[in-house]
C-alpha cells in the first residue's frame, strides 16, 4: 500500500471531494480518481460512497482512513527524528486557533519562529472554539488556541493570556462620548453576536450568568462568523457588540470604534493553548509549543500576566 495514496485519500475524506481533495494535494480530479481505485483494488472493496455532491468514506474506507493517519504521522515523527539526529529542524505542524488567537496571536508567534526554523512549515487552521476542540481530540491538529475552557476529559490546557472583552459601538453612536455603561443597558440595544461555538459567545454567557443575567434576553438581531463581519455590522450601526480589544486594537486606534467598560459584569477571560492530554507531540510540534510559550510572554505581555499550570 502506498503512502502517497493514502495522503490523497485522507484528502478525499476531510474534504468529502475529489476535487476539493486533488487541490489539497496539488493533483488533478482524473489523478485523484486514479489513485483512489488502484487503492480500492488493492484493499478488495469499495472505499468511497457519492452521495449527492458529497464523497463519505465506507466503514472500510473509515477503517483505512484512521491507519492511513497514523502511517502518515509516524512518517513525518521518522523524518522529523532524523533530521534532529543529523542537526536539523525539519517538519510540518497541523495546529489551530479560535478566532482572536488564529486571527491576532498565532500568526506573529508563528513569523517569528518560521525565520529560526526555516525548514518548517505551519499549518494553521482558524475555527470556533469547539471545532478546534474537537479537531485536537480526533488527532487532525496537535493542538491549538482557545478562548475558552474544555470541558472534553481527554483535553489538557495552558493559559497563556489574560484578556478582557469590551463593549463596541459606533464613533457617531448615542454611548460614543461615555466611558462605560451599565450591564443593564446593554439588553436595550441590537445586538450583534458571535456564533454558536464561539469562545468569545461562551465567556460571554458565563459573565453575564455569574452576574445574574440570561443571555437570551440580548436583543440579538444577527449572529456573524468572524469578528471582522462583527466590525462591519457595529461600524455601521447596526447595533453593539462585545469584543476583544486584540481583535479591534485597529479600529480604537484609528477611532472607527469606540470601546467601553460595562460596569456590573466581570468579561475577563483566558486563551488556553490546548492539546490532548494521552498523545504525544511530534519532536517539531513540542518545539512550537514551547515556542508558543516563550513568544506569548514576550509578544504579547501587555494584555495580560501569563500564568503556568
Not at 483494488?41 to 457519492?50: F, Q, Y
Not at 489574560?162 to 439588553?187: G, R, T
Not at 460596569?263 to 509549543?289: A, C, M, Q, V
Amino acid at each position: 500500500m502506498d503512502l502517497w495514496q493514502m495522503k490523497v485519500f485522507t484528502k478525499v475524506v476531510e474534504c468529502k471531494s475529489f476535487s476539493k481533495g486533488g487541490k489539497e494535494v496539488y493533483l488533478s480530479q482524473p489523478t485523484v480518481s486514479s489513485h483512489i481505485k488502484d487503492l480500492e483494488e488493492h484493499v478488495g472493496c469499495t472505499l468511497l460512497d457519492r452521495m449527492g455532491k458529497e464523497v463519505v468514506p465506507t466503514e472500510a474506507g473509515l477503517i483505512l482512513y484512521e491507519y492511513s493517519i497514523k502511517l502518515l504521522k509516524l512518517r513525518d515523527e521518522t523524518e522529523e527524528v532524523l533530521s534532529k539526529f543529523l542537526g536539523k529542524i525539519h517538519g510540518k505542524i497541523n495546529c489551530g486557533g479560535s478566532t482572536i488567537p488564529g486571527g491576532y496571536i498565532l500568526p506573529k508567534i508563528i513569523s517569528e519562529f518560521v525565520k529560526k526554523y526555516k525548514d518548517v512549515t505551519i499549518n494553521l487552521g482558524i475555527k470556533d472554539t469547539t471545532e478546534i476542540i474537537e479537531e485536537i481530540e480526533s488527532g487532525k491538529l496537535e493542538y491549538g488556541v482557545v478562548g475558552a475552557k474544555a470541558t472534553n476529559k481527554n483535553i489538557t490546557q495552558h493559559k497563556l493570556i489574560s484578556d478582557k472583552l469590551c463593549l463596541v459601538v459606533a464613533n457617531d453612536h448615542k454611548w460614543n462620548d461615555k466611558k462605560s455603561i451599565s450591564v443593564e443597558q446593554i439588553f436595550e440595544e441590537p445586538f450583534i453576536s458571535r456564533e454558536q461555538g464561539s469562545g468569545t459567545l461562551k465567556s460571554i454567557s458565563l459573565s453575564l450568568i455569574k452576574a445574574g443575567y440570561d443571555i437570551k434576553k440580548l436583543k440579538v438581531i444577527a449572529e456573524m462568523g468572524n469578528t471582522v463581519s462583527v466590525c462591519q455590522a457595529v461600524k455601521n450601526n447596526a447595533g453593539i457588540s462585545i469584543l476583544s480589544p486584540i481583535a479591534v486594537a485597529d479600529e480604537l486606534k484609528y477611532g472607527t470604534l469606540k470601546a467601553l467598560d460595562i460596569t456590573g459584569i466581570d468579561l475577563s477571560r483566558n486563551f488556553y493553548l490546548t492539546k490532548h492530554k494521552y498523545k504525544t507531540l511530534s519532536p517539531t510540534g513540542e518545539l512550537f509549543l514551547n515556542f508558543i510559550k516563550d513568544q506569548t510572554k514576550e509578544l504579547f505581555s501587555d494584555i495580560g500576566k501569563q500564568e503556568e499550570k
